[in-house]
């Protein structure tokens, strides 16, 4: 019970603070604990900051079952627009993706990261059959690809849609439109493009396999 109520007070100072600026002493006194006590919790900021991600991760995997249904035709342009309003709502969550491999991975115990991934690899088991049949892919690996490559486009898109104070700047400045980027519309419009592009290859793929039949 305490470990969880650390996390949820981890998650509200992530709110309104950035990683680099969160201090496990704020969160020892937010939580009313003494900092070497907290340890015994959380290893380091990273650690709990990942134990954090793992939770918000869990939700969005739940949002996509409940979703999905049990595979209910969806197209890629609904799907899409469903996944980039989520992360909208979830502001943290999305905010968080681009330090997960960067920072917090590469500075927790092989334990805590190992448990990490294996959770994902377990919730994208549960989730892929589904979205498989949902999209109408020819597998299940397809569905488990897509969803590495809206990671990938998340992570990616973030920190151009997001840039520093000074770039900002020099942005409106220089009148620079071309780096001015819409997270959310992108995201929408290149994960979509993305699954079309799969059910393309797919189609392309069985009008071979006919031809090659006849012949």
Known sequence: QKRSEIIEIARQLLESHDFGSLSMDALAARAKMAKGTLYLYFKSKEELCLAVHTTNYKLWFEAQLEYLGEGRPISPREYSKWAADVLRKNPLFTKMLPIVSTTLEKNVSKEVARAYRLLIAEELQKVCP???????????????????????????????????????????????????????????????????GFLSLQKGGSSSSSGDSRA
């Open 130 to 196: 589904i979205l498989a049949k949902s999209l109408g892919l020819a597998s299940t690996q397809q569905a488990g690809q897509i969803m590495l490559l809206s990671n990938a486009l998340a992570v990616g898109l973030w920190p151009l849609a997001h840039p520093s104070p000074l770039m900002q700047e020099i942005i409106l400045e220089e009148k620079l439109d071309v780096f001015r980027v819409d997270f959310f519309f992108i995201l929408e419009q290149s994960l979509e493009q993305v699954i079309v």
